[in-house]
């Protein structure tokens, strides 16, 4: 029994280390989508952010370490996935070009500029950014020796676990409780209406972009940090797995919180299934495992893309001369 709830607990740390980083680049996808602009450059953010964020922690780490660094790196990638979001908000609002063309400019540009960079900054010329992990906390003082919970939640954890359910709880009350969240849904669903009561349409998109951009670059930090010691210009098409998550949970915090576990649990199962006594078993190739979550992805949208109920005016550039 004590074997079988520790290989329980050891799943669902590591869907939490999959699932977290999906939630938080989700939730920036709802604030861009339910302001009116298509954010299909996810992706691309969530490799800037890691590229800037881990760059900072591979200069810094010899001076400092632990939560600390971590903290400070966050806030590096939220800066660097402002910072690039804000291409994806001038093409879209200013030039009311196309979003998806411009996403995919974004997304292709990301991994290039970043092996580039990775190249010509460091001495030996490799893309590969390596970081010593010290931001892993074995036990939560007190927290952690709670039964059963405090095996689940507060050992073998990363701080950015904690601050993705922050995230989630604040965006929940910012699109349902505030003055901004209001006028910020109301230009994802008829700009026109809310232009005519003095809402600046632009200002909203631009914010829900940038809000956008800040948490997919956190994402991508977030993402690389508990599973590798090193950044290569990828975030395995996280961002694009974000966005059926999104989807998934019908632009709605806490469905998207169910959506990114579910698809959290799947890519936990795919990369420690040679660590699960019972999968491992089985004796069925580990590749086969590494395919579910996509699978998964495709069966899901396939029976819930009809009931979507997007945004009315998500991907419409906004004109403001028009009626």
């Known amino acids: 029994m004590g074997d079988l709830f520790s290989t ?15 939630l938080i680049v989700a939730i ?25 964020s881990i760059f900072f922690i591979n200069r810094m780490q010899s001076t400092m370490s632990g939560q ?27 030039m009311k070009s196309d979003q998806i063309i411009s996403g995919t400019a974004l997304n292709m540009f990301a991994p290039a500029f970043a092996i580039y960079v990775a190249r010509t900054i ?7 950014i390596a970081f010593t992990n010290t931001f892993r906390i074995e036990k939560v003082p007190v927290l952690g020796d709670i039964p059963v919970l405090g095996d689940l939640f507060f050992k073998d954890a990363y701080i950015t676990t904690y601050i993705g359910f922050a995230i989630l709880a604040v965006a929940a009350v910012v699109l349902y409780k505030t003055r901004f969240g209001l006028r910020l849904r109301a230009c994802g669903e008829h700009p026109q209406a809310a232009d005519s ?32 010691t090193n950044f290569n210009a990828t975030v395995a098409g ?29 890519k ?16 069925i190739p580990s590749d086969i495992y590494k395919m579910v979550p996509y699978i998964a992805t495709l069966i899901v949208l396939a029976f819930t893309s009809k009931n979507s109920q997007a945004p009315k005016a998500v991907g419409v550039p906004y004109d403001k001369g028009s009626r």
Not at 122 to 128: A, I, L, P
Request: hydrophobic share 60%; glycine share 12%; no cysteine.
């Open 122 to 128: 460091q001495e030996n010329g490799v893309q590969q």
């Open 197 to 228: 009561v003095g809402i600046n349409v632009y200002k909203i998109r631009y914010a829900g972009v940038l809000i956008s951009g800040a948490l997919a670059g956190v994402g991508g930090l977030v993402f690389i940090i508990p599973t590798s």
């Open 268 to 283: 936990a199962v795919a990369s420690t299934s040679s660590g699960i006594p019972f999968l491992a078993g089985l004796g």
């Open 8 to 22: 329980i607990a050891f799943l669902f740390r590591q869907t939490m280390f999959f699932a977290i980083p999906l």
């Open 238 to 266: 996280y961002g694009f797995l974000a966005l059926a998550v999104l989807i998934f949970g019908q632009w709605k915090p806490l469905r998207v919180l169910f959506a990114a576990f579910f698809f959290g649990f799947f």
């Open 28 to 52: 920036g996808g709802l604030f861009s989508e339910r302001s009116g602009v298509t954010n299909i450059a996810l992706d691309g953010i969530m490799i800037m952010g890691a590229f800037a």
């Open 68 to 94: 600390t660094l971590l903290l400070l790196a966050i806030l590096v990638a939220a800066a660097a996935g402002m910072v690039f979001s804000l291409l994806h908000a001038y093409a879209a609002i200013n």
